[in-house]
């Protein structure tokens, strides 16, 4: 009984882990693309932004914000990722994003790749939850 609960609890310690460092790097990312669009000497935000892009824009801020959260308060920085990201996905599906974003069920819509990735950390952290919750039964 001991080796198997020793086992469980270490497979909670590396998902908890592998969902903190995915949540770093997939608020790392953004930032660092951010910050190197500003060093090329143009502003990061153009005046002429769309509503929806600002929106859009906002959403992700609060993801990043999130995520690095979620390393001090899991169960915060989660919830709020993850309303962020549903929001996103929404404004997402519906089209209402500029650019080369085309909405709906598509690789352009809310099944781009890039896109789902930013998940990986909210399930990795609800994995955890999950096992967390098993083992007290």
Request: hydrophobic content about 60%; proline content about 4%.
């Amino acid at each position: 009984m001991m080796t198997a609960r020793k086992g469980q609890n270490s497979a909670i310690v590396g998902f908890r882990w592998a969902a903190r460092v995915l949540g770093l790097i997939m608020a790392s990312f953004p930032l660092l693309m951010f910050f190197g669009y500003s060093l090329e000497g143009r502003s990061p935000l153009s005046d002429s932004l769309a509503p929806f892009a600002a929106i859009g824009l906002a959403l992700m801020s609060i993801y990043i914000v999130a995520m690095f959260l979620a390393l001090r308060w899991e169960r915060v920085g989660v919830l709020l990722g993850a309303i962020a990201l549903v929001s996103f996905f929404i404004i997402m599906f519906l089209g209402l994003l500029p650019g080369n974003v085309s909405g709906g069920f598509s690789g352009k819509g809310v099944l781009n790749p890039v896109f789902l990735a930013l998940w990986l950390p909210i399930l990795l952290y609800l994995l955890c939850w999950g096992l967390e919750k098993r083992g007290t039964n």
